[in-house]
């Protein structure tokens, strides 16, 4: 059965005030290298791995079972028909993010359940919901779809790369806004590779800033939004592999504001 967490209103300085949802550790694809039980030299890097919501939240969420509360009852697990009556309950043009911790729903942690993302898809209808996945999508056509059909149904999936190199690849598949983890020192706009602009999550460069004001991550962009590690983990994101000797930083010196119309 899928669970999940659900905050109504999230007190996370760079979210916002917002609705979040969490999902457990077991959604997480195993194609992501940041897993704390991965392989690569990143395994652990995932910011949800550390601090209070990779020590306690996340860790309560897969232990308990849905109908079951934690911090005295204030907590609660829900069920996925919970989770559909919470979206639905949003007002029109409402924005909101699913998965601050976990991924897509999936049997396996290799193929993400089209079933249930379809219907998270029907849910926010009229509403402006976002999140990001990391499972494959350059070889699992299923995952293609999926992900595909979420964007065209106006619920906002964006496909996580690791690398530059990578946020080419996923860009080239044009299914689906892209975003990168870069070493928390990258702090400036700069390019692909391939040329394609890569601009740095606004609500990490301005304590004024947060995902409820804006909102690029729920919007169909060629941009790339990159995200500078967070957590103790941060070390672990190899700056050789993360960003290109292409960085333009002619165009874009020191901490460049940008645009959130990207």
């Not at 899928?2 to 007190?11: A, E, R, V």
């Not at 559909?84 to 924005?95: C, D, F, K, S, V």
């Amino acid at each position: 059965m899928h669970k999940y967490l659900i905050t109504p209103k999230s007190h996370n300085r760079i979210l916002g005030p917002i609705m979040v949802t969490t999902s457990p550790r077991r959604t997480c694809p195993l194609a992501c290298p940041l897993r704390k039980t991965g392989s690569s030299g990143k395994a652990g890097a995932c910011y949800a791995e550390h601090g209070f919501l990779g020590g306690f939240i996340w860790t309560k969420l897969d232990a308990l079972q849905v109908g079951q509360s934690f911090k005295a009852g204030r907590v609660r697990v829900y069920a996925f028909e919970e989770l559909l009556a919470a979206i639905r309950a949003l007002p029109e043009g409402t924005l909101w993010r699913h998965n601050q911790a976990g991924d897509l729903a999936s049997d396996d942690q290799e193929t993400i359940d089209a079933k249930n993302l379809a219907a998270i898809v029907a849910a926010n209808k009229g509403r402006r919901g976002f999140t990001y996945t990391h499972y494959d999508v350059e070889r699992n056509a299923a995952n293609r779809e999926a992900v595909q059909l979420a964007n065209q149904g106006g619920f906002r999936v964006n496909l996580s790369a690791d690398t530059l190199e990578q946020a080419d690849r996923l860009a080239e598949l044009a299914i689906a806004p892209v975003t990168v983890v870069v070493p928390a020192t990258v702090q400036q706009s700069h390019r692909t590779p391939a040329g394609r602009k890569v601009i740095i999550c606004p609500a990490r460069q301005s304590s004024k800033m947060t995902c409820a004001r804006c909102g690029i991550c729920a919007k169909n962009r060629k941009a790339i939004v990159a995200f500078p590690a967070l957590g103790r983990g941060a070390s672990k994101i190899d700056a050789d592999k993360a960003i290109s000797s292409r960085d333009d930083a002619a165009e874009s010196p020191g901490r460049q504001r940008v645009s959130i119309a990207a």
